[in-house]
Nanobody
Framework: QMQLVESGGGLVQPGGSLRLSCAASGSTLDLYAIGWFRQAPGKEREGVSCISSSGDVTHYNDSVKGRFTASRDNAKNTVYLQMSDLKPEDTAVYYC????????????????????WGLGTQVTVSS
């Protein structure tokens, strides 16, 4: 069974950057699409981004488009979310999730498609 562990969260000033990592164990990531989701206090979980198993396809929520970039290093069994120009509204717990999928598809919206989830990492954007 796959386990996912997020890291890289923290406190950053508006306009700053962070890189989140999602490290997998128990299985290799190369057959899995990865989704990034976030949940802010008092709000519903929302999809942020996804990257297909091959890395050829990525999708982004409109609110992060142009600021966030998903990438993966299957040799390291790790997926990344580079976040730039961070805004206070990006403050949330960020989760990665995985599901087996083809190299041409991933969903940044449908949390129900994902089978394995990490415990999350807190990102706080504040001055």
């Amino acid at each position: 069974q796959m386990q996912l562990v997020e890291s890289g969260g923290g406190l950053v000033q508006p306009g700053g950057s962070l890189r989140l990592s999602c490290a997998a164990s128990g299985s290799t990531l190369d057959l899995y699409a990865i989704g990034w989701f976030r949940q802010a206090p008092g709000k519903e979980r929302e999809g942020v981004s996804c990257i297909s198993s091959s890395g050829d396809v990525t999708h982004y929520n409109d609110s992060v488009k142009g600021r966030f970039t998903a990438s993966r290093d299957n040799a390291k069994n790790t997926v990344y979310l580079q976040m730039s120009d961070l805004k206070p509204e990006d403050t949330a717990v960020y989760y990665c999730a995985s599901t087996m999928g083809p190299g041409y598809y991933c969903s940044a919206e449908n949390a129900w498609e994902y089978d394995y989830w990490g415990l999350g990492t807190q990102v706080t954007v504040s001055s």
